[in-house]
């Protein structure tokens, strides 16, 4: 097996439920190892590495971002998290596949931007929705014209709540619904936006708090601007009725709608209306995480371009400092921990 061909060798950050989807069942599907894991608990590590086949346990995260074997870094911490380990991460020479957003506000993620420049290493925030053919094909009809000029973009991003004692409730691990999940509907917007004459400028913005927790975002709807004149209304919330994650896109002579853009492998479906008549494309159930991991790897060991890279991480950080100043809270705090 040539060196292109061999399997990253993985380590894992903390032992998050997201990571049995997002990182264990696509590395299990394309032939990648899980070396390593570490949690602040050990036993949770060793629990989560008997359950998804990790190799190893290490003692702590800097044991893990040290570990000779590892050559990326899976980061699936706290919001307030991703920021401090990815540059510790980058700084050891390794690879960093980051959960959303990179880092707490923009200042972090440019911190974050200059650790990739100085490691040369590759580097990516996990958008995986971006991967998967539903969003592949939405692109290109939105860019084959059969929409005519577009007009309105809109993304809603909404789930019931979490627990209360969820981290992403906590304002001091940079939690929040914008920072969940509204960072997908502005980063859809924003690569929906070289259809639109280039990416959205804020308009406005309005939020709701959760319960009693000051500047922590139950709901924030953003409305947005783009160069061509489109407009563009982004909608999340924390603490929805049901789960909702749908992209539209409304031009002169048409619509198209991905029912499920955030998860697309969960519904694959696609629906155009124009002056020609409806249909409904189905794009697939392969995981948005495996296409994500297959682009990472052949990133990594091959060099082959990434559509997104730190410097669109900050662009879209900035966005959402934006938006949380426009709707009366601060941006999110770097990490004290």
């Given amino acids: 097996m040539s060196p292109l061909e061999e399997p990253l060798r993985i380590g894992v950050l903390g032992a998050a439920r997201i990571s049995g989807r997002s990182i264990v069942a696509p590395a299990a599907t394309l032939g990648h190892r899980l070396v390593a894991v570490a949690a602040r608990d050990r036993r949770r590590a060793e629990a ?3 359950e998804h086949g990790v190799e190893r346990v290490v003692g702590s995260y800097a044991d893990l971002i040290a ?20 540059i510790r991460a980058l700084q050891a020479g390794k690879h960093v596949l980051s959960e959303k957003p990179s880092a707490s506000n923009a200042e972090e993620a440019a911190a974050v931007g200059e650790a990739v420049r100085k490691a040369g ?9 971006l991967f998967h053919p539903v969003t592949q094909r939405l692109l290109a009809i939105a860019e084959s ?12 991003v909404a789930i019931p709540p979490p627990s209360d004692a969820d981290p992403r409730w906590s304002l001091a691990l940079a939690g929040g619904a914008m920072m969940d999940l509204g960072c997908y509907g502005l980063h859809a917007q924003r690569m929906m936006g070289r259809f639109a004459g ?8 309005r939020a709701g708090i959760h319960r009693d927790l000051t500047d922590v975002d ?8 783009f160069p061509g ?12 009725g049901e789960v909702e994650m749908t992209l539209r896109i409304v031009g002169t002579e048409g619509e198209a709608v991905a029912h499920n853009f955030v998860l697309p492998h ?7 209306t124009t002056r020609s008549g409806s249909r409904v494309e189905t794009l697939g159930e392969r995981s948005s995480y495996t296409y994500q991991l297959e682009a990472f790897a052949s990133a990594v060991r091959m060099g082959t371009p990434l559509p997104i890279d730190s410097d669109d991480a900050v662009s879209n950080m900035r966005l959402i400092d934006a938006c949380y100043q426009a709707a009366g809270m601060p941006p999110r705090p770097a990490s004290a921990h």
């Fill in 266 to 272: 969960m519904d694959d479906r696609l629906s155009i």
């Fill in 198 to 205: 280039g990416p959205p400028e804020l308009v406005s913005a």
């Fill in 121 to 129: 290493t590759t580097f990516m925030e996990a958008f995986h929705y």
């Fill in 218 to 225: 139950e709901w924030l709807n953003a409305e947005l601007a």
């Fill in 145 to 156: 014209g059969e929409l005519g000029r577009i007009e309105h973009i809109a993304t809603v």
């Fill in 229 to 240: 004149g489109a407009t563009g209304s982004a909608r999340c919330h924390m603490a929805y």
């Fill in 48 to 50: 989560f590495a008997q």
């Fill in 67 to 86: 570990d000779p074997e590892v050559d990326v870094v899976y980061n699936p911490l706290p919001n307030g998290l991703h920021g401090p380990w990815n």
